[in-house]
């Protein structure tokens, strides 16, 4: 059995621990959210946070998160309110198709942990490994530096949360 | 409750209370449609009408439908019949509506998206429904509190009488025993409310929160998952495969052969998945099989020549113009094959039970899969039930649904209720694409740049022959495979031997005033899969088209802007929005090494123009911004047409740049997007979207933004280095 935290509780898994992480995710744990793009870690559309890092689970063997915290979009606010990304997605109409999104704000959400104030070519770097097929790049980046100007706020609320 | 089991016919006849919910029907068109709506009815609902349903709570659920494959309908059609109706769109409780009749699209006549005709073919219709059952609850509101309509006005969802407001709901048991009007007045342009807002798009919250379920999510108990070994070359047939090995691999139930190859099936996706990668199958050879991208082109070069092509247009005198022209240009331009690549690859999950089946998938064509799975699983359509969800991506692919034949005939075959799932290299390389194109086009051009004369020619593949194939045996599922065959090889004698495709020459002629026009065409198909891809014909006659435009410009010594105004007076939609891009050309200055290319084009009804900023440094060309002006009529949405447009352009721009199929031996080379590159983020333009103000019913919006952008960066690179690209992808020499 490996165990991990998902979204903040433990859990255990007995499938074959090559099985990338997407798909336990996906159908044992049933969350469904996080997608399938290209199974080679080319797209991001699987993106989810293992111990903060933005990670391609499309293929990480379920076994290299054994005791880690691992987070998926449906996890990405522990608050009641959405994350200020998800808030500034929404602001900007930024999901055609939307199904790389959660993979999008999963990677722009570690950058703005690590960074809370990127530049412009700092968002492009940190989301170059997300494909958007429907080609919503201009409003992604508006709506990753909208979200950074209220994420101090954000922490803010987390760290207040958290000490309760 | 569900209410498949009443009838349309009581639907009509009556005005029934069913399970304590209240339906009245009409059809809006008149005409009789068969079998019941696939409405699941709530308690005390209200049905005036196919697209929607009130609650005595005023919740109003619309039944949109279209397909939602990120274009943007689902706002713009909710958004009509809001409108009319006075109800807030995004206070809509949005569904996406089941197969029956009254689905239909008008533009097409069958249940189907494509082709960015939605908003254009729903505008009257939806707000005729909006505003039929908006005078409906007049009437009963009148009725229930004895006020003269002419003391009621109404506002999102509540009729306002002095200082009260009653909430529609309120009204709905005293409306459904009325006569519903068919013809109440709509709307003047300059009372609109919701058209032409400035408004998030109605889906943006699922889709940022990953809660949007498309067909990939599907979760059924008792599911298993489904992997398909097909045949490397399209067509091949198998010859032999190992099943044992694979058969007493973990989790592995089930190893089957069906039409398109060897389905593994397994408790788990993951455990197909490997069984199948660990599966030895062998095919046949088919003529497919010795072809190569070199020969396929040169049998193009041939065919531009060949005295069978047809001449679906030939007006004037072409050929007396050479002589009298100032400047004769001609040239060839060459455009490959492509995927759509759209993110979530195809899938779909079948359940059969007994004389029932269900289908969820994320389709272009609800009524198509339903027939599929009717037709493989031998059930009567009327008991196929088809549950829609969000599509992770069309763009025309989703419009083909062999992955639902696939599926059905495994779930047939298993007794297992069947999610199959392709992976990114079956899309890429055993997917339908856009076909290659060799055009040669010769033009000529008096002394004042007045073009005389347009001689175009192109030889590649037709998408029509595919379509109907896949098309005839989804929509008429009864029909048996011999008259199937028939009624295929009938279309495809006709398609070959006396009319040209329009969608193989479309947008390869039509934008310029010229007198004497002649286009010919050969069609040359070696098997490779074909089907409509976003912009369709547009995406590559643009490109030649706009390119040759560029040359006869510079040949006649005039800007490129005024060239196309004095070549466009027969068009003047066109020629504005050329117009208005050229005034915004004056005022961009762009940085040293930076170089602007220019390019307009008619498709879907829309006129759209565009700038292209371009630099190129060390061989590779950067496209740094884009102005985009565009005339679509009334734009429902205006974000959503900059969204559009943003989109096009990306899309375009991976085809400019990456997008290129080879083939060797029959095989399609490319398998993911590391030889099959998308556009990212980090080489995104910048796009300022320009709408042109209209009173015109809106026209199309989700293809017309592609075909200028691939013509724009071209002319843009030629003005940067001196190279005329005329082949996609522009590869520097």
Known sequence: ?164 | MHIENVSRRRFLKTTAVVGGGVVIGFSLTGCSSPGPLPIELAEGGFVPNAFLQLLPDNTLRFYTPRDEMGQGVTTGLSTLLGEEFDFDPLDMDIRFAGVHEDYNNPGMGVQATGGSNATHAHFDQLRQVGANARALILAAAEHDLAIGQEQMSTDNGEILVGSERYPYGQFVKTAATLTPPTEAPLKAQSAFKYIGRESTRVDALAKSTGTAVFGIDIDLPGMHHAVVKRSPVAGAALQSFDAELVKTMPGVTDVIEIGSGIAVVAERYWQAKVAADALEVSWTSVPLSKVNSKTIRADYEVALTSNEALVPTDEGDVDAQWNSAEHVLEADYWTPFLSHAPLEPMNAVVRIQGNEAEVWSGTQGPVAAQGLVARFSGIDPERVKVHQTYLGGGFGRRGTLTHIIEATQIAVATGKPIHLLWSREDDLKHGLYRPASLMRLKAGVDAEGKILAWDAARAGGNISEDTIKNMMPALFPGLGDGMIDWTVGLAKGALKGWVTDPSSIEGLFEDYDQVHTRIKHTTINHGIPLTFWRSVGHSYTAFAKESMIDELALASGQDPVAFRLNNTQNKPRLQNVIRVAGEALQGMLPKQGHYLGFAAHHSFLTDVAQIAEVSVQAGRIHVHKVLCVVDCGIAVNPDIVRAQMEGAIMFGLTAALHGEHQIQDGEVMESNFDNYPILRMTEAPSVDVVIIPSTDKPTGVGEPGLPPIAPAVANAVYRATGQRLRSLPLRLA
């Open chain 1, 1 to 164: 059995m490996i165990e991990f935290k998902l979204n903040g509780e433990t859990v255990s898994t007995g499938e074959d621990p090559n099985t990338p992480l997407l798909w336990v995710i996906r159908d044992t744990f049933k969350l469904k959210g996080s997608k399938f793009g290209c199974g080679a870690g080319l797209c991001g559309a699987c993106t989810m946070h293992v111990d903060g890092v933005a990670v391609r689970t499309c293929i990480l063997p379920v076994m290299a998160v054994a005791d880690k915290n691992v987070t998926t979009i449906e996890g990405l606010s522990d608050t009641d309110d959405l994350h200020p990304l998800q808030r500034a997605w929404v602001a900007h109409s930024v999901p055609q198709c939307g199904y790389c999104q959660s993979g999008q704000i999963m990677s722009a959400a570690a950058l703005l942990d690590n960074n809370p104030s990127p530049s412009a070519a700092e968002v492009e770097s940190a989301l170059a490994g997300n494909i958007c097929r429907c080609g919503c790049y201009p409003r992604i980046k508006q709506a990753v530096l909208a979200a950074s100007d209220a994420m101090p706020q954000f922490q803010n609320a987390l760290s207040t949360r958290q000490e309760v």
